[in-house]
């Protein structure tokens, strides 16, 4: 069993930078796969980025190039760098976590198995 903590949420103008981390907690966090989502009022949840337990990253298409995910496995946490933020990015980030060793697709929720209560993200134009 991981529990997950969110914290680095609030408000921010557009083009602004946020940096969200995820603290786990339990042993083997490195061979967790583990990832951010997000939802929108409305809407429903959508995949933002992961990284697998071998270093593997991916993106959504929206983020690519201003999003970077990066885990830090001494210190149990996963961190969202959140650069040249736009309205649209507004909305509840969660992260989550697949079972130690998971080789699941990493797009779609149903595939972790933990999650975090979330943290919310409101940029402003």
């Known amino acids: 069993q991981v529990q997950l903590v969110e914290s680095g949420g609030g408000l921010v103008q557009a083009g602004g930078s946020l940096r969200l981390a995820c603290a786990a907690s339990?042993?083997?966090?490195?061979?967790?796969?583990v990832g951010w989502f997000r939802q929108a009022p409305g809407k429903e949840r959508e995949f933002v980025a992961t990284i697998r337990w071998s270093g593997y990253t991916a993106y959504a298409d929206s983020v690519k190039g201003r999003f970077t995910i990066s885990r830090d496995n001494a210190k149990n946490t996963l961190y969202l760098q959140m650069n040249s933020l736009k309205p649209e990015d507004t909305a509840v980030y969660s992260c989550?976590?697949?079972?130690?060793?998971?080789?699941?697709?990493?797009?779609?929720?149903?595939?972790?198995?933990?999650w975090g209560q979330g943290t919310q993200v409101t940029v402003s134009s």
């Open positions: 339990g042993r083997s966090f490195s061979s967790y796969t």
């Open positions: 989550a976590a697949q079972r130690p060793y998971s080789e699941r697709g990493y797009g779609d929720p149903s595939t972790f198995d933990y």
